[in-house]
């Protein structure tokens, strides 16, 4: 058997030429879209190398959401502002995604609080969950929260579809939180609490999901391509708020 140390490595000319070789052989391979008549497009295939899905990978995280200091890590970059690139969204995308989603908000039993999209930005801030309208919590950027974590208990909360599954992430944690809660033989008021809060937000996310299955296939199509790019908005917003303090007013100096 030969030895692992005289074993030859293989060669990055050899890996791309072999994947040149691996491409060519498909006998059809189609790109997004059609030609005028109809036909499919055929993809370029010069775009397919060893980096290619390197980067299909990290793009395919930031498109869900994934946290930009996750993928930092699962990407191995020094800084996270080589990750960051992968989560840009154009201010359009995001105002089309934004306008889209404003209909779809929900009060913190799951029924409907539509809004404007202007109000969707500028009147509530962001939450891990969801929306905030509670004016100290939006002013101080969603830094003075006095039930945080726990905003399925509160009138000012306003999610939207393009936070279920950071919902859905949430109520999972608190079930092993209940099950470790039981295992330290926690008082009753703590189960009780936990409970709760996971009934609550399972109800938010119920009734969200029951509504996006009435809509039409193509708006819920719509829905959903709205709620990945406001997801990938936010996992890419690492900047800190600056709470809207009023500058007291200074008397000029002679």
Request: proline share 7%.
């Amino acid at each position: 058997m030969t030895h692992l140390a005289t074993r030859r490595h293989l060669h990055a000319s050899y890996l791309s030429e072999t994947l040149r070789l691996w491409a060519d052989s498909i006998p059809h391979l189609h790109a997004e879209g059609t030609d005028p008549d109809g036909r499919p497009l055929d993809f370029d295939r010069s775009l397919i190398c060893a980096y290619a899905f390197r980067h299909s990978y990290a793009q395919r995280h930031a498109d869900a959401g994934t946290p930009l200091d996750v993928l930092c890590e699962l990407m191995d970059h020094k800084s996270v502002c080589t990750t960051q690139r992968y989560y840009t969204v154009s201010l359009k995308r995001k105002r089309e995604a934004v306008t889209k989603l404003a209909a779809h908000v929900v009060d913190h039993h799951g029924r409907p609080r539509p809004c404007s999209d202007t109000t969707y930005e500028l009147r509530s801030v962001a939450v891990p969950y969801g929306g905030c309208t509670e004016p100290s919590n939006v002013k101080a950027g969603g830094n003075s929260c006095p039930i945080r974590f726990q905003c399925a208990g509160c009138g000012f909360y306003r999610p939207d579809p393009s936070y279920l599954p950071a919902i859905e992430q949430h109520i999972n944690e608190l079930r092993a939180d209940r099950e470790s809660a039981t295992a330290m033989d926690a008082a009753d008021f703590v189960i009780t609490a936990l409970t709760a809060q996971i009934t609550a937000f399972e109800q938010v996310a119920d009734r969200m999901r029951r509504r996006l299955a009435a809509l039409p296939a193509a708006e819920r199509a719509e829905i959903e391509e709205a709620s990945t790019i406001l997801r990938k908005a936010r996992a890419g917003n690492t900047h800190t708020l600056l709470p809207l303090t009023p500058a007291p007013r200074t008397t000029p100096q002679p």
